[in-house]
């Protein structure tokens, strides 16, 4: 497919301030002339980026967490995911963050595709990778962490994002690939 002329779409800033920068979130505000020569502006979390993790147990279930999300105030069943580093490679962010979350490392890796969880307000990515050939030793959560790691079938997790018992966005994409993937239907290049 030809990619398409957006010119017509395209909007370009003109200067940027920042709002917030926090031990976490960093919020600006850019001033930027759009398609037709008007101003606006544009307000929006900038992130470094993450990975989530789609691991698979050798009896066909994937490993979850439970954790605490306090914006929303609840326990949210997710896949294990986390921040990448600056300078880090992704698939060493994704092999410590599992390591990390769930004590376990993978023989094999695939990457799957990323997504952009909030992108009228955040310029966000998360890339997500599959892991198999699992083998469990010690998790190594960071400080002020704290989760529980949980197994499900894909057919039980499946029936929780039907249910809404998961709602979190990087999880049901995630079980959207590996529904495809489990099904044959979509493919992976696995590596060691």
């Given at each position: ?63 979850l967490e439970r954790q605490w999300r306090h914006p ?44 952009h969880p909030l992108i009228a307000y955040s310029n ?69």
């Amino acid at each position: 497919m030809t990619a398409p002329d957006d010119s017509h779409l395209k909007e370009t800033v003109r200067s940027r301030e920042e709002l917030l920068r926090g031990n976490f979130l960093h919020v600006v505000r850019e001033h930027v002339a759009l398609p037709d020569g008007s101003p606006a502006t544009r307000e929006f979390v900038l992130h470094p980026g993450a990975v989530a993790i789609i691991p698979m147990l050798d009896d066909g279930r994937v490993v979850l967490e439970r954790q605490w999300r306090h914006p929303l105030g609840q326990v949210f069943i997710e896949f294990p995911a986390g921040k990448i580093d600056p300078g880090e490679d992704r698939l060493v962010c994704a092999k410590r963050e599992l390591l990390e979350e769930t004590g376990y490392t993978a023989r094999e890796w695939a990457r799957a595709g990323v997504l952009h969880p909030l992108i009228a307000y955040s310029n966000e990515f998360i890339e997500v990778w599959f892991a198999r050939g699992l083998t469990l030793g010690e998790r190594q959560l960071d400080h002020g962490e704290f989760l529980d790691v949980i197994t499900a079938t894909p057919a039980e997790l499946l029936e929780w994002v039907r249910t809404g018992t998961v709602t979190d966005g990087k999880t049901i994409i995630g079980t959207l690939w590996l529904q495809q993937v489990l099904a044959g239907a979509w493919t992976l290049e696995w590596r060691r």
